[in-house]
């Protein structure tokens, strides 16, 4: 069997699954947020009664991050109506935006979009938040109501996101019915040369497969290439599976995977125990590609689609208007590190938006310095704009108030994760996909450039 | 139950994502609300940019489309998992999509939801049809006729899926056949 197959195997209770069956797996974790958290609250309780309970207190886990910081009242409300149904039923898994179980989260648009305004549980942005604080282990099963939740593929789990109605019955029963997908299989060989990254690697997958080439299948990564991978590379790669249509992306386990959950379950007291699923010599898969890390070079996806791929050194005439770094995909510490050795001691000539995915990583680059210098200042004399107030922001527009939100037909190159027509705000503005040091190199020459034509010194 | 629709059709391209279904700002609308349920309805596709559609499938200031038939290219739906996507279609009046593809969550979230018809065409009917031409969808016969043609495109079989859209959705439909209590 393969990884995903073995895990709903494991999931449904039986000793083997294939391909395109139909199976009732057990959920280990369902997480949800503010955008589908009131609409799967609503058919939880419309569907098993106002007073009925979800089926795990502790398995049930709410982080709000997608339109927090906005004046908008309907957004809000929506992190007040998660706060009440925590609080109706126990949950004990809530990152609320603020502190007091008993108030209302009201944004402040007075006190400017950069300045933290949130308090000391609130989490950021879920796919990364569900790891940092310990609820990702190898073998497990974890629900979205997010289509991103495949992004926790990275700890060899099954990961996947679903609907609002698919999630109030998780919610209710603990189990769903899901067709177990067909697995494509990407040997990832060797080592990514200086200026590509992660992100490189799955822009040209997608590129090779098209961006609905997964449609319906589990994209299987393997091969030594993976070790020289961290934790938050795989992330990325996995965070992308959807983008061409995957159902869910899986890494095998290894000694890094088992390091780091085991140091974010320890730390923030969650389950710890956990069993991985082992590679098996004799896996069925429908498709196989072999990349040649060292031979990836700097790749960028082109409006309108995630497929669209070129490689940045094809595209020098494309013009920008601004850059972007931030989301699950390309708002984690070591995507802000890479960025800013680019940036370090030069001047970005278009406007720049910087947006860490959680506060955890706010405080790392706020803490971190190099010779002296702490890595957030060193990003803001570089001319770009960061905010403390991390979440999703502008990587999927939101409202119109939000951070870095493109009212206007800009053209923007991004870390981010999804490019269709707009996906960041204005309907005819345009995304152009990208690594941070790709975007940190066009960011400083206000057009499309390869990384590796502006190294650091 | 009803196996035939018909009206106008509202004909979109390839790669149709949810953003262009019901922009990311709407999403402050929570669906299980009456009220905003019905007013998802009136933003359904209005993402799509105006240059290449100046056709809305919901006019101004209204609720409610004239066309209860949307047909699109391949992988009709993809980009995010947000279920007011099709409850946006739904809540507008869509019946049906015809597509030649669809994404899988969205597709997921037209049966868990029961709001509408997702059918696989067999061929590309976006490339054959034109938006306000009146067609008839008949699921039983798996077939489109064009009656003022009497053009006749053959939609493949919905499968077990059809039976749960027929309930209204995945829990109408396991209370129906005794998998949760009524």
Sequence with gaps: ?457 | MQSVFRGPVYVVRDNIDTDQIIPAQYLNLVPTIPEEYEKLGAYALCGLPESLYPVRLVGEGQLDTEYPLVVGGRNFGCGSSREHAPIALGSAGVKVVLAESFARIFFRNCVATGELYPCECVGRLCDELRTGEVVSVDLDAGAVTVPRTGQRYAIKPLGDVRAVVDAGGLFNYARQTGMMPR
């Design chain 1, 1 to 457: 069997m393969t990884l995903t197959e073995k895990l709903l195997a494991r999931a449904a209770g039986k000793a083997e699954v294939r391909a395109g069956e139909n199976v009732w797996v057990k959920a280990d974790v369902l997480m949800t947020h503010d955008v589908c958290g009131p609409g799967t609250i609503g058919v939880f309780q419309r569907e098993f009664g106002a007073q009925a309970k979800v089926w795990d207190k502790d398995r049930v886990v709410i982080i709000p991050d997608h339109y927090i910081f906005t004046a908008d009242s309907k957004s809000n409300r929506n992190v007040d109506i998660l706060r009440e149904f925590v609080r109706q039923q126990g949950i004990t898994y809530f990152y609320d935006v603020i502190d007091d179980p008993n108030g209302m989260w009201r944004f402040d648009l007075a006190q400017g979009a950069l300045k933290r305004q949130y308090g000391s549980q609130y989490a950021g942005v879920c796919h990364t938040a569900l790891p940092q604080k310990g609820h990702t282990r190898p073998g497990e099963v974890l629900f979205g109501t997010d289509s991103h939740t495949c992004m926790a593929g990275a700890f060899n789990e099954f990961a996947t996101g679903i609907g609002n109605t698919d999630a109030g019955f998780v919610m209710g029963t603990g189990r769903l019915l899901l067709k177990v997908p067909e697995t494509m299989l990407f040997r990832l060989e060797g080592k990514l040369q200086p200026g590509v990254m992660a992100k490189d690697i799955i822009l040209h997958i997608i590129g090779e497969i098209g961006f609905d080439g997964a449609t319906y299948r589990a994209l299987q990564f393997e091969g030594s290439g993976i070790a020289t991978l961290s934790v938050d590379d795989r992330m990325t790669v996995a965070n992308m599976a959807i983008e061409a249509g995957g159902k869910n992306g899986i890494f095998p386990f290894d000694a890094r995977t088992a390091e780091y959950v085991e140091a974010r379950t320890r730390l923030n007291g969650t389950r710890q125990s956990y069993e991985p699923v082992e590679l098996d010599p004799d896996q069925k898969v429908v498709y196989e590609l072999t990349v040649d890390l060292a031979r990836l070079e700097p790749t960028v996806a082109c409006h309108p689609d995630p497929g669209q791929r070129k490689l940045a050194k094809e595209l020098g005439d494309v013009q920008l208007d601004r850059a972007y770094i931030g989301s699950c995909t390309g708002g984690k510490t070591s995507d802000f590190v890479e960025f800013a050795r680019w940036l370090r001691g030069r001047r970005v000539s278009i406007d720049t938006f910087g947006v860490p995915a959680t506060p955890e990583i706010v405080h790392e680059l706020q803490t971190t310095r190099w010779g002296g210098e702490r890595l957030w200042d060193l990003l803001v004399a570089a001319g770009v704009q960061m905010t403390e107030n991390a979440g999703c922001a502008a990587c999927l527009g939101g409202p119109v108030d939000t951070f870095g939100r493109m009212n206007a037909p800009l053209k923007c190159i991004s870390a981010t994760n999804r490019n269709f027509p707009g996906r960041m705000g204005h309907k005819d503005s345009q995304v152009f996909l990208a690594s941070p040091a790709t975007v940190a190199a066009s960011a400083l020459a206000g057009r499309i450039v390869d990384p590796r034509e502006y190294l650091p010194s």
